[in-house]
């Protein structure tokens, strides 16, 4: 999202990639800080699990980028995505490699604070390279004016409790969390905590703890689920100290290669999603009240007035009432214009054309919709009373996120 990667020639002959920044960001002064700040970071760290550090430099014109080893394979979001739940053992040795990389950048100061599957590339016989160190902090003498107090950087889904409150409270131990949450997907298929809403994710980061890995995944053996389980501990202290034991504890387990036993989740109704609505009326429990720290408390207080707002301002007159019953089904509809389509909704699988109960939505929902030899589309659409869905899948392949005006053609009056 802040530039472009190009494959290049170096003047040696040699296949390299150098990532520029945006010109719309060279102006602004923590995009280039953060940019120059990546480089340094890469410049320092060499390990076989790290991408490699080549140069860096600026064009005639002012534009900063750096060059990089060109690698060959395709991210881990990718291959979760073409194949879903990974056995057992290929996630611990994707995460081994993980943590082996991690572990080198932690022994030189550096923290990535951003973890998530995109930033993980997979080579040749699942050789791992950790991509992306942009918004890293540096413990070290690169540290610099780059993040301020109660800023929020990382991707939502993976952040540990402590990058919510503040950003530059990471430390070693947020990174593991990072890696626990990578584990958890490529296990479930799914992050830990999957919602619309980014103030509600950020208060289920908080206070919740995400749908049980053992219950989707009962082949996955208890200590390795406990291993995770700690790794994505909310308080730091209760986690694994470092990728070191944090390896130590899973390394047993990379010889499982049994095919995947995944129970998609719907509903899990000891870990319900929170809606807004329900973070409004209701405070944290008592026993998670009494370990919340004050910093905690402060920050969940923030992101409840936020959510407050943000619900209130996108749902006013959709005639969807606040306590309206999240278990309350209704009548949905849904086709597309392909033989053979199919809706994933929930978790579930569904043959098109689709007509039967579904679980009420106020909050826009994913839905994708699938068929041979057209491209899939996903619309974010809530679940109500009085629509049908209708796709219009073009011929090809691969996968888009439908846009507000495809979601609204989409959605036809029944």
């Known amino acids: ?142 540290a610099g004016p780059g993040t301020k107090t109660g800023e929020l950087l990382g991707t939502p889904n993976y952040m540990a409790p402590e990058q919510v409150h503040d950003a530059r409270s990471a430390d070693e131990t947020t990174d593991v969390y990072g890696l626990g949450a990578i584990m958890y997907q490529m296990l479930t298929d799914r992050p830990p905590f999957l919602t619309t809403s980014l103030a509600v994710m950020l208060m289920q980061i908080m206070v919740e703890s995400p749908p049980s890995l053992a219950t989707q995944r009962p082949d996955v053996p208890p200590e390795l689920v406990s291993a995770i389980e700690k790794a994505m501990a909310r308080s730091p202290s209760a986690r694994w100290p470092s990728m070191k034991t944090f ?97 994933q909704l929930y978790g579930k699988s569904y043959d098109l054309p689709f007509h039967g109960p579904i679980e009420r939505s106020a909050a826009p929902v994913p839905v994708q919709i699938s068929a041979p030899g057209r491209e899939s589309r996903t619309y974010e659409v809530r679940i109500r009373d009085g629509q049908k869905l209708s796709a219009i899948l073009p011929e090809g392949t691969g996968h888009k996120d439908a846009t507000e005006d495809e979601a609204a053609r989409a959605l036809l009056l029944k």
């Open 1 to 142: 999202g802040m530039g472009l990667v190009y494959e290049a020639e170096s003047a040696d002959g040699r296949r390299v990639a150098v990532k520029t920044l945006s010109s719309d960001l060279v102006a602004n002064e923590g995009s280039l800080h953060r940019f120059r700040t990546e480089a340094k970071i890469i410049a320092t760290l060499e390990h076989q699990n790290i991408v490699h550090y080549l140069d860096v430099g600026e064009t005639a014109d002012g534009q900063p980028f750096v060059v990089l080893e060109l690698l060959e394979g395709r991210g881990l979001d990718a291959e979760l995505e073409a194949l879903g739940p990974l056995p057992v053992g290929r996630a611990v040795r994707i995460a081994l490699q993980i943590a082996a990389g991690l572990h080198a950048a932690h022994e030189a100061s550096v923290v990535h604070r951003d973890l998530k599957p995109e930033n993980i590339f997979l080579g040749s016989h699942d050789a791992i390279k950790v991509l992306d160190f942009g918004v890293s902090k540096l413990l070290g003498s690169f």
């Open 247 to 343: 390896a130590a504890a899973i390394e047993g387990f990379a010889t499982i290669d049994t095919p995947p036993h995944h129970v998609p989740l719907v509903v899990d109704k000891r870990h319900p999603t929170l809606t807004p609505p329900s973070i409004v009326g209701t405070s944290p429990p008592a026993r998670i009240a009494r370990r919340t720290s004050v910093w905690m408390l402060v920050s969940v207080a923030s992101v409840v007035l936020g959510g407050a707002g943000l619900y209130f301002k996108g749902t006013r007159g959709e005639g969807v009432a606040a306590g309206d019953p999240s278990g309350t089904t209704i009548d949905f509809d849904a086709s597309a214009d392909a033989p053979a389509a199919t809706m």
